[in-house]
């Protein structure tokens, strides 16, 4: 099912930044110098897409257990499916989320102007027939040099973050984009606000509030995909938003933690984990001692 469309909620506010915009509709013909990313399935895409537009879905983007690609493999992507950041990218698809993530994802890889359109394009194409055309997917061999400066200072790193918090966690003013289910149980980061991105168009209160705090704001889903999907809805509506990209999954990989359900501590080691640790060592050199006698 595809969201509604952006509310036009900024426009008291300042404008929305101009790198990354909402559109309601696909402009036809294409401005000069755009060209569209049209984010379903690439096989689909392949088959029927606006002409000219270039096949770019979700999974390209993220490793077979959804990390994130490294930027020097989705630059040369970028490269492969003949961009070079200079171009306006409009986005298409069905999904909005999907828009939302690839639109986030080439925003922060430095594409110079990012927009994405809320209308689903199957329905568009199916009111523009003359408009259709074959998608265009990625080369074997890089085609395009993607030379764009990407926007890396808008990511922030779970390293960064975590000394923070440890510094008592003043300066970022976080927000959690899950549901408020999951952000009570099994929890959230610390001092983080809960504002699902599916109450996003909604609570307009919530968001003016985003945009008129002095606080830099950091935004964070489940994991990578919906941490970049939700940076990039907060930012079409002037929320000067940073994110952090791998979200809640990455704050808690490998740090043995468990946060009580509804509690906002500072994660602390799992005494269980460290109790089977120990215990583990132990049977090891009770082995070793038995093998030298």
Same mark, same amino acid.
């Given at each position: ?72 493999? /989705? @630059?040369? #992507?970028?490269?492969?499916? &003949?961009?070079?950041? *200079?171009?306006? =990218?409009?986005?298409? !698809? ?112 919530? /968001? @003016?509030? #985003?945009?008129?705090?002095? &606080?830099?704001?950091? *935004?964070?889903? =489940?994991?990578?995909? !919906? ?67």
């Amino acid at each position: 099912m595809h969201a509604a469309p952006l509310p036009v909620l900024a426009a008291g506010h300042g404008a929305a930044p101009r790198a990354l915009v909402a559109r309601t509709h696909l402009p036809w013909p294409l401005p000069a110098h755009s060209v569209v990313i049209d984010t379903r399935r690439r096989a689909v895409c392949a088959r029927g897409s606006v002409a000219g537009g270039l096949c770019l879905n979700p999974r390209m983007l993220l490793t077979s257990r959804g990390r994130l690609a490294s930027w020097r493999n /989705v @630059r040369w #992507l970028l490269g492969a499916l &003949r961009l070079t950041g *200079a171009e306006t =990218a409009i986005v298409v !698809g069905d999904r909005m989320r999907s828009e939302d993530f690839v639109a986030g994802m080439l925003y922060v890889a430095g594409q110079r102007r990012v927009e994405v359109v809320a209308d689903p394009v199957t329905a568009w194409l199916a009111r523009h027939p003359g408009a259709r055309g074959t998608g265009t997917t990625r080369g074997v061999f890089r085609e395009a040099i993607y030379s764009a400066w990407p926007r890396t200072r808008l990511v922030v790193l779970r390293q960064e973050l975590a000394a923070r918090l440890r510094a008592g966690g003043r300066g970022y003013l976080l927000v959690d984009g899950r549901g408020r289910g999951r952000y009570r149980r099994p929890g959230h980061i610390p001092g983080a606000r809960s504002l699902p991105m599916a109450d996003v168009g909604r609570d307009q209160a919530a /968001v @003016r509030g #985003l945009i008129s705090t002095r &606080r830099p704001v950091v *935004a964070y889903g =489940a994991g990578p995909y !919906g941490s970049i999907a939700y940076f990039a809805r907060l930012r079409m509506l002037a929320v000067r938003a940073r994110v952090l990209a791998s979200g809640w999954r990455g704050w808690t990989h490998r740090r043995h933690v468990r946060v009580s359900p509804g509690r906002t501590g500072v994660p602390t080691p799992d005494k269980a984990l460290a109790v089977a640790s120990a215990g583990a060592a132990i049977m090891v050199l009770a082995w070793r001692m038995t093998r030298r006698r």
